[in-house]
Every structure is written in C-alpha cells, then in structure tokens.
C-alpha cells in the first residue's frame, strides 16, 4: 500500500523549454499561490508545472501535471483553483519511478473531467521524457529533503540442520525451490508487463492527445481563414451591387439631361429658324441668346445635381456620426450591465471559488465547461455568443451548426423550392462544421463542387 499523505514529502516543479527551471517545496509554491511572491520568468505566460508526492527514500508516489497562468507582474492568475491533493488521491496508476506504480493525473488520464483543461500530458520521447527529469530532480535532492535511512536487517543466525537427509527428502526439497522460484519470476514478469503495457497506453493516450491537439489548431485556422474569404467575398458582392446602381442612376441622369438638351436645342433651332425668316439681323443675336441660355441651362442643371451629391454626402456624413455614438453607447451598457452582474454577486461566487465549487455549464459541441467568475456576466448575457467564442467559430456558424445538430438532414432547394430533406450523418464539433457543404447530402455536395469547377 502506498504512505498515508501524512508520510509523503511535497514538491512542485516547474518546466520552461521542456526542462526542469524551478524546484519548489510545497509551502513556497503556496505562498506563490498566496501571491506573497511573484515569478517574473513567467509574467504574460502559463507554466507547465508538476505537483509531486515524494516518500522518504526519494520516490516520487504521485505526480499531477498542472498548467500555472502568470500576469503581467509575474503574480499567479487568482482565477486558477486545480484541487492537486484530491486529483492525485483519485489518480490512475503510472510508471514505476522506484517504489511501484505512482498515482499519475494529467490530460489524458483525469478522474475530474471539468479539471482537464487545466492539465497536460508529460513528455515521454527518448531523450526527453519529464519523468526521467523528475526522479534526477529528486535524487539531486537540491530542495533538502529529509530522508529516513532504510533499516539494515541483521543477519539472522544459522539454523543447524541436519548432517544427514535422505537423497528423496533432498529431491524434493530442490523440486519445490524451483517450483517457487518459477511462480516468482513468472509473477515478476507478469507484474512487469503489466506495468509496460500501462506505460506504453500513456505514452500512445499523449502521442494521441497531442495530435489531436494540433489537428484541431489546423482545423481551427482553416475555419478562420474560410470565414475571412467568405466575409471578403461579401464585402466585394456588395460593393459590386452598390456601383451598378451608382452607374445606373448616373446612366438615367445622363439621359435625362441629354433629352432636355436635346428639346432645348431643337425649340432654339426653331426659333432660330422663324427668326431668321423674319429679319436677318437679329440672326446673331438669337444665336448668342442661345448660346448663353444653353450654357446657363446646363450650369444650373450641373449645379442642381452637385446640389444633391453634397446634401448625400452630407446625410451620409451625419448618419454615420449616429451610428458610431449608438455603438459606443452600445459598449457603455454593456459594460455597466457586466460591471453590475460581477459587483452583485462577486463576493458569493468569490467564497464559493475559493471553496473549491466550481461553475459547471454544459455546451452543446463543447460538454461541460467550467465558467471563470469574470466569465459569468458575458455567459448570462448571451449563451450562444459566448459558446461560440469557447468554441472557436462565429456566433453565425455555431448557430448553423446547432440546427444540424439538432436535426441532421440536407438543406439543399430544388428550382422548384423544394427541400431535399434526406438524412445525413451528425457532426460533433463546430469546428468541423462547413455552412453550405456540411448540410447537404453527398449528392448536393458533388453538384455544389462541380458548379465551384465551372466556376473557376
């Protein structure tokens, strides 16, 4: 049976370019906790940290790895609240460091699930492996560990046996001493497979954790950058529609004044002509009439439309004035409505943090997430904008996702409006959740592709 806590030596390591940087003994690590001392290698950062339990020989028992948030000023995030002594006491078995399978808790293997994120896989590569780090820290006992020697049994004194055994009782004797000595060794051996097998599901549970990790930071910033060239494509749509209706308002104009040019020369030409019937000396003169009430015509109809662009962009002007005051009032609100939430409660949800509740919210795509204290007024003020955020998508696709979720079938529209409606399987995440190809069936998914191909 692994020491009571009460017989365990306590300790937390901290790692910085995947190596040991810092020992610590228990009581300094809470007084870091504390923030009675700051740790400025660490300020703007988070810390890979190890808690570990080690007995009076110098074996580590137990180990927690822990992720450790820092501010600017070094200080310990006060929102960090990881229970270390109750993850180790229900902690799964881990390698042998010296005194038998340890009491191991990281990410992949966490008896709290809403914990796990706070947690990390240790490294176990030949030539970098965090617990062949760990026992050298501790044999160096650089931290002054007391350590109770191991009692010397004394010799026991010879047994007198008998000078003379039948040759059957010695046969037998050698019988039963190689019988007992195979069920140890193949006891041993079973005991040591066991605990390479267990070693060896770790190190794959890590290896896989660690992919996972990385495929989903992949994934997560092809979401983002799709979503950036659909927003663009928009954005060039709508400026596409907006010049067409300038450049067709403009046509009308345009045409529109070329008509009223047009029947003000034929009236003048008219004119010109009864005129010249009638003397032909005020030829000239109606020729400079018309010259100059042409010019002044078309200077007040140039006017007139300057007139209007200017009052345009004038009102332009003025509504967006209006619109960044109502923004900004926007922000002062919620603000004040976010700044009235945390003072309301703050000091019932503190007393509750630091007795160890936590707020456990279960999101649809995400589980059960535990919500900071600062978290809670923008989680009340809108659930589905804050999972999303969690999520790592926009508020639109985690909504899309959701009816997909909720009702998993094809949203394809026939010409003729008609819904196509056929099953399709469910995905888990947002994340993997494409509006336009995701809800549609793999027939409506091969036509989409094809009309991309004409396209390009």
Known sequence: ????????LEAVFLFQEEQISRELLYPEFEAILDGFIPVPDFANASAKAVYV??????????????????????????????????????????????????????????SIAWHQKSLWDPLMQRGNNSFVAMRKAVKANRLGLIVKPTPVEEPKPAVAVQAVRSAKE?????????????????????DKMAMLIKEQRLRIATIMNQH??????????????????????????????????RNRN???????????????REYFAHKL??????????????????????????RAATAELREM??????????????????????????????????????????RLTKAGVNLVVFLPGLGEIAIALDDIGRYLEDPQAYAADKAGVSEVIYLAWLEHHKSPCCN?????????????????????????????????????????????
């Open 1 to 8: 049976m692994p020491n009571s806590p009460a017989e365990q």
């Open 53 to 110: 339990q080690i007995d009076h020989s110098l074996c580590v028992t137990g180990a927690v790895f822990f992720l450790l948030g820092f501010d600017a000023k070094g200080m310990v995030d006060r929102r960090w609240n990881v229970p270390l002594r109750q993850l180790i006491e229900t902690a799964g078995s881990g390698p042998d460091m010296g005194a038998g399978a340890i009491r191991l808790a990281c990410y992949s293997q966490c």
């Open 170 to 190: 010695a046969e037998r004797e050698q019988v039963a001493l190689e019988q007992k000595l195979h069920d140890h060794y193949a006891q041993e051996l079973r």
């Open 212 to 245: 996972q990790a990385k495929f989903h930071a992949v994934q997560h910033e092809h979401q983002q950058r799709l979503l950036a060239y659909q927003q663009k494509h928009q954005q060039f749509e709508q400026q596409n529609k907006e010049l067409t209706e």
């Open 250 to 264: 403009l046509k009308d104009t345009l045409d529109v004044q070329a008509t009223k040019i047009e029947g003000m």
């Open 273 to 298: 002509k009864a005129a010249q019937q009638d003397e032909s000396s005020q030829v000239q003169v109606l020729q400079e009439n018309f010259a100059l009430e042409l010019d002044a015509k078309i």
């Open 309 to 350: 662009l200017d009052m345009r962009e004038v009102e332009l002007f003025y509504r967006h004035q209006n619109e960044s005051a109502l923004k900004d009032e926007i922000v002062n609100l919620k603000r004040e409505n976010q700044q009235l939430l945390k003072n309301s409660g703050d000091q019932l949800l503190g």
């Open 412 to 456: 394809a529209v026939d010409p003729r409006g008609k819904l196509c409606g056929r099953s399709i399987p469910a995905l888990e995440t947002p994340l993997e959740f494409h509006p336009g190809e995701s809800d549609r069936c793999a027939q409506h998914q091969a036509v989409a592709y094809s009309l991309v191909a004409e396209r390009r």
